[in-house]
């Protein structure tokens, strides 16, 4: 069940899924990051940690090419082909706690989306909120927010609100959502640990001086973004 509610939730490749037209929606900030930094640069230099070519299909057609926008996509498996003349999107491995081979103020837009879940403990999402806020004068950040009922990993309605020890049960005995059922009991933590859901409060500690947007699903808090905007040009 939770199998087929997340292929028709998640299919981010589909234009008609509902996935794709929350992003959509929820990207439209990012967009004018983008046209604000073209127009105070000429160009925009964009640094996605923990992303992928194929998320930024969700932009409108053209956009990227009309403001001279490079994407440096950053993640821990090993770069993609190497970028040539002309590429707008180029592959970097490394840490997205840790990318001191960036100067600060190296792009003029940092992004993320839902990945400050998946880095790890407190000081590591402190770490990775660090490096975001110090390598761009703009950011766009997205993460699920704890308090919406349905868990987006495991599709299953309150999953991450159960205890531990009960979520670790059941993901040794049924695949849910896009984990697959674990074999052992070092799987299973392993799995269970590898998200850890954000409330407004603790997003709002991590990027202190950000605008804070909740992003609603029939009312409820389904996702937070944080969206610095960079200091209005002198004069």
């Not at 992303?51 to 990227?64: K, M, S």
């Not at 839902?114 to 950040?141: C, K, N, P, Q």
């Not at 990993?153 to 531990?164: D, K, S, V």
């Not at 640990?193 to 954000?198: D, K, N």
């Amino acid at each position: 069940m939770t199998a087929r509610i997340t292929r028709q939730i998640t299919d981010y490749d589909n234009p008609a899924a509902l996935a794709t037209r929350l992003r959509q929606k929820r990207i439209a900030p990012l967009v004018e990051l983008i046209r604000q930094a073209h127009a105070r640069h000429g160009e925009v230099r964009i640094v996605d940690v923990g992303g992928t070519r194929a998320y930024w299909n969700i932009l409108p057609a053209g956009l990227l090419a009309e403001c001279r926008a490079q994407v440096t996509l950053v993640n821990l498996q090993p770069p993609g082909p190497a970028a040539t003349a002309g590429d707008t999107f180029h592959y970097h491995q490394g840490d997205g706690c840790r990318l001191d081979e960036f100067a600060d103020g190296a792009f003029h837009i940092a992004h993320s989306n839902s990945v400050i879940e998946h880095v790890g403990d407190w000081a590591r999402m402190e770490a990775f909120a660090r490096e975001t806020r110090r390598l761009a004068e703009s950011y766009f950040v997205q993460t699920p927010n704890f308090w919406f009922p349905l868990e987006p990993h495991w599709m299953t309605p309150c999953f991450h609100w159960l205890p531990e020890p009960w979520r670790i049960a059941l993901v040794l005995r049924y695949s849910l959502g896009n984990m697959e059922r674990c074999a052992t009991v070092d799987a299973a933590c392993r799995q269970v640990e590898s998200a850890r859901l954000l409330d407004r409060r603790r997003f709002a500690h991590l990027f202190p001086e950000a605008r804070l947007v909740t992003e609603r699903f029939f009312g409820l808090p389904k996702s937070l973004i944080a969206i610095r905007e960079a200091s209005p040009l002198p004069g």
